[in-house]
């Protein structure tokens, strides 16, 4: 199992896919989400963002500043730095993919 959990740390686009269906309680072997093309999953996840945006929007600049600090899910402390980031995100191909320049 090692190695799979490795090989999925370098798989940007499955990542996105988990994500997507966890987001909606989905299982991969269900037909809605086998049904669902990579375009899909990235049109989800980008309104998922969107969502998360919308909401920031509607917080007073002091509430909002709270909400975007990065924080420990069990004790809400501050979480370390670079907490939540993607190394494997490829910003790039990301772009290409928003522009629908690749698939």
Not at 17 to 41: I, N, S
Not at 80 to 102: I, M, S
Request: hydrophobic letters at 35%; aromatic letters at 6%.
């Amino acid at each position: 199992m090692p190695g799979a959990k490795k090989s999925l740390e370098h798989m940007p686009d499955e990542r996105l896919r988990w994500h997507v269906l966890k987001t909606f309680g989905a299982l991969p072997t269900e037909e809605r989400a086998q049904k669902m093309k990579p375009r899909d999953y990235l049109w989800c996840a980008l309104n998922l963002i969107l969502d998360q945006e919308e909401e920031l929007s509607h917080l007073c600049p002091s509430c909002r500043a709270e909400a975007q600090q990065a924080r420990c899910p069990v004790c809400g402390g501050a979480a370390a730095e670079d907490a939540g980031e993607n190394p494997c995100f490829d910003l790039q191909r990301f772009r290409q993919l928003e522009r629908g320049e690749a698939q």
